[in-house]
């Protein structure tokens, strides 16, 4: 198969005096993700995505939350981990798109940021990455502002390996 397609969805719940990470970029916010990596769900859902378009299980089983190599870590480096497995089996990034809900805070001015941060850890064109934000209109857990949820898609493409 040339190309296939992953899908990968994370949460974080949200806590005061945590730091909100979210595509590589620090988000200035009275909360942030409380998790045993740095918490960033946009990475953590990216990462799902594209160990599942290759076939290669999900984040969880490459990067335990039981071990303490990643307790801490900066989720880019879960990435650059990811997209070197998905090249050591022939693959490519084609492209990704990606939703982000929060009901706070706006992203809108972060995700030019986002967008070109992950797209140079996953050596691609930023027209490559597609992401977008939005609420719950105050529904749910996310609109109750007690987490976050990130969906994601991604295409890879099959060229040697």
């Given at each position: ?133 939005t609420t719950t209109e105050r529904l749910g857990f ?20």
């Amino acid at each position: 198969m040339k190309f296939r397609i992953g899908f990968g969805y994370d949460v974080h719940s949200l806590a005061s005096g945590e730091d909100l990470w979210l595509g590589g970029v620090l988000i200035p916010h009275e909360k942030g993700t409380v998790a045993h990596s740095d918490g960033d769900v946009l990475i953590h859902a990216l990462c799902d995505a594209l160990l599942g378009a290759a076939k290669l299980r999900d984040i969880g089983f490459h990067f335990p939350d039981t071990s303490k190599e990643y307790e801490n870590i900066d989720s880019s480096v879960l990435l650059e981990k990811t997209c070197t497995l998905l090249k050591q089996r022939g693959y490519n990034v084609v492209n990704i798109d990606a939703t982000v809900c929060a009901q706070k805070p706006k992203l809108i001015g972060y995700i030019p940021q986002m967008e070109s941060t992950l797209a140079g850890i996953m050596e691609i064109e930023v027209d490559a990455v597609s992401i977008k934000a939005t609420t719950t209109e105050r529904l749910g857990f996310v609109g109750r502002e007690e987490g976050i949820s990130v969906y994601v898609v991604a295409l890879i493409e099959k060229t040697g390996g």
